[in-house]
């Protein structure tokens, strides 16, 4: 417990560091990539909740990341720049989506439960595509990022570094919270054997599904900070193998830790930007990388480091 | 306390519960016997509510709760272990029955407070635990308990529910000498403020626990009496105690 917190302490203040440090070297270039690296954290943060600790493999979590986004693009299409009415929003629409799908799915298990979800995404990815107002499938430029009057000023590429990095402690702390409380017990248990869960006078669909809506709305904020990042939003971020790469970024971490899915997602994408680098058949070197990853590391790159929770 | 009537359950052409009429009366130890294959885990199943049975009614503590799912009649005060061992591998013991009592204490949408220090939970928990004997072991995984004590905890889970009523499915499945000896021993100092409906082939046991034992052969209840007239019994001697009685 008190190494886990003095490593979590040394991982921050690196972050912390970090701009002053790439500034000074002439590399402002990192800024960006390390802030997009903290923004999916946060998305693969809340895929861990219901993944990892719920046991519910959603094959559709890119749906909320897309909802987050287009909610701050459409409302600054009509000309509300307020981010706290985009996050209110973007968290408001993911949750609601999360809950309807979430309703439908989590009473099926297995295989169904990963198609439904799966089948709902593209759903939602045809209807990005199919409104035409919203760009289609070329997507919408940003109009103005969201606007924090007086607090933080998101176009100065380091305030929203910070803002991405608070936003993402925020996260690993919450969930160290909800999964080590009443909740997550009682969800972690469910997962681990559901038998014993109903014999105990437990059942675990209500449960589930707060669980599921949770996870969406959290997805949702980061949604709705990378739309914040790029500027600029398509379908494709609801697209199926952005569900399936953020699913790689939590087992390549490890499911079911506090620091797996924030690993996870630092080493994807570094090594996707290294291998990008050298050769722009990069995803042939990567794909046996990840075989090879989960083949050894079991219990992903935080197991290296920590004991899984349960 | 609990009475079945008619209760069937068929799988296919197989009858594995065939008009089944049981009665258990609070306080006593109410054991179930029969060959393999008589359909008593089917039956247990289906008190516990993990099966639907085909046609006939289950009432307890004066209500009919036939159509109840599981987790509804756990909390109606009807607990149940397993007989294949069926714990939280990855918890501790202490986590185990902490959980047991967590589920008996409301809704759990509680999501800021660390469960695993909440005194409320942790405190009838160790309380179980000692009962049962596994005190010692409560900060051990419960994957890495031995074979017995994955029993007792068991039994602990289910006590932790503060059940009217416990079904226990071969407790003593699996068990060495001096483990079984240990599950009697704590099953009998149960029995005195339990009522218990108990599952078991260990015949040694049944006959040291039970108040009455019933008769289940071929899904049917061919008797159901005191252990003296169990073992008196023709058609049971034929039918069950057969070769060795």
């Known amino acids: ?310 | 306390m609990l009475e079945v009537k008619g209760l069937c359950k068929s799988f296919g052409a197989l009858r594995a519960s065939d008009g089944i009429d049981f009665h258990v009366a609070e306080g006593e130890t109410h054991a179930l016997i029969g060959p393999n294959g008589a359909g008593k885990t089917t039956f247990i199943s289906q008190l516990a509510g993990n099966l639907r049975p085909d046609a006939g009614r289950i009432r307890f503590a004066g209500e009919d709760i036939t159509a109840l799912s599981a987790p509804k009649r756990s909390r109606k005060g009807l607990a149940r272990s397993f007989q294949i061992t069926s714990v939280y591998p990855g918890f501790t013991a202490l986590e185990n029955v902490a959980l047991a009592v967590q589920a008996r204490s409301g809704h759990s949408f509680r999501f800021w407070r660390d469960a695993r220090s909440d005194p409320a939970l942790t405190g009838p928990a160790r309380q179980v635990l000692e009962e049962v004997g596994l005190k010692e072991r409560m900060n051990v995984l419960a994957g890495n308990l031995a074979h017995g004590e994955q029993r007792q905890l068991e039994v602990a889970m289910a006590l932790a529910t503060r059940p009217r009523l416990l079904l226990l499915d071969e407790p003593m499945a699996g068990m060495g000498i001096d483990e079984s000896q240990h599950m009697i021993g704590l099953l009998a100092s149960l029995k005195r403020r339990q009522t218990i409906v108990l599952v078991e082939h260990d015949m040694d046991a049944v006959f040291r626990l039970a108040d009455r034992i019933s008769v289940l052969v071929y899904g049917r209840v061919i008797a159901s009496d005191s252990p003296e007239k169990i073992k008196m019994n023709q058609e049971v001697r034929r039918a069950y105690l057969g070769e060795d009685a």
């Open chain 1, 1 to 310: 417990m008190r190494t886990r917190l003095i490593l979590w302490g040394i991982a921050a203040l690196l972050l912390m560091a970090l701009p002053p440090l790439v500034i000074a070297l002439g590399q402002p270039y990192y800024v960006d990539l390390v802030r997009r690296i903290l923004i999916l954290a946060i998305a693969a943060i809340s895929l861990n909740l219901i993944l990892g600790y719920g046991g519910l493999l959603s094959f559709g979590h890119a749906a909320y990341l897309g909802i987050g986004a287009y909610a701050v693009g459409i409302l600054g299409f009509y000309g509300i720049s307020n981010g706290w009415i985009h996050l209110l929003v973007a968290i408001g629409a993911s949750a609601l989506v999360a809950a309807a799908i979430g309703a439908v799915s989590i009473r099926t298990s297995g295989i169904y439960f990963i198609m439904i979800t799966l089948a709902f995404t593209q759903m939602l990815y045809y209807l990005g595509i199919s409104l035409d107002v919203y760009g289609g499938d070329d997507g919408m430029r940003l109009r103005s990022k969201s606007q924090f009057a007086g607090l933080v000023d998101l176009r100065d590429p380091v305030a929203f570094y910070y803002v991405a990095l608070g936003v993402m402690l925020l996260f690993v702390f919450l969930t160290y919270r909800i999964v080590n409380s009443r909740f997550g017990m009682l969800l972690r248990a469910a997962k681990s054997n559901e038998a014993r869960s109903r014999a105990i006078g437990f059942s675990p669909y209500p449960y589930r599904l707060a669980a599921f809506i949770i996870a969406g709305a959290m997805c949702g904020v980061a949604g709705a900070l990378y739309a914040n990042h790029t500027n600029y939003i398509t379908p494709g971020l609801m697209a199926w193998h952005q569900s399936g790469e953020m699913m790689f970024m939590v087992i390549l971490g490890g499911i079911a830790s506090t620091a797996g899915p924030v690993l996870g997602t630092f080493a994807l994408l570094l090594i996707e930007e290294l291998l990008k680098g050298w050769t722009e058949h990069w995803q042939v070197i990567l794909g046996p990388l990840l075989v090879l990853s989960v083949v050894f590391f079991r219990r992903g790159l935080a197991g290296i480091f920590f004991k899984p929770d349960a």
